[in-house]
């Protein structure tokens, strides 16, 4: 299983990213995927997850109204739509697999500032 995450960066506040996590080693279409987060100091946390066929997400309730969790199964990619974003957001964002074990992808920065 690799999990390759892409797409952060420093933006402004209330300004909107976009995270992709690409996905092999498994068949994709099976497994539902979360993405994470970790800032300095602090414990991972569930940001979003979103079921295998997309039927059902859930969101942290930091993100709930800013953030869209979807995915392409066509593409084994999941993505992270963040949208109005705050320096609160800032930290490393990991997507994450269930399969059998837990596996994490490498991370990629996210920082929020003016």
């Known amino acids: 299983v690799q999990l390759v995450e892409s797409g952060g960066g420093l933006v402004q506040p209330g300004g909107s990213l976009r995270l992709s996590c690409a996905a092999s080693?498994?068949?994709?279409?099976?497994?539902?995927m979360s993405w994470h987060r970790q800032a300095p100091g602090k414990q991972r946390e569930l940001v979003a997850a979103?079921?295998?066929?997309?039927?059902?997400?859930n969101y942290a309730d930091s993100v709930k109204g800013r953030f869209t969790i979807s995915r392409d199964n066509a593409k084994n990619t999941v993505y992270l739509e963040m949208n109005s974003l705050k320096p609160e957001d800032t930290a490393v964002y990991y997507c994450?697999?269930?399969?059998?074990?837990?596996?994490w992808g490498q991370g990629t920065q996210v920082t929020v500032s003016s």
């Open positions: 994450r697999a269930l399969v059998g074990s837990t596996y």
């Open positions: 080693g498994f068949t994709f279409s099976r497994y539902g």
């Open positions: 979103i079921s295998s066929g997309s039927s059902s997400t």
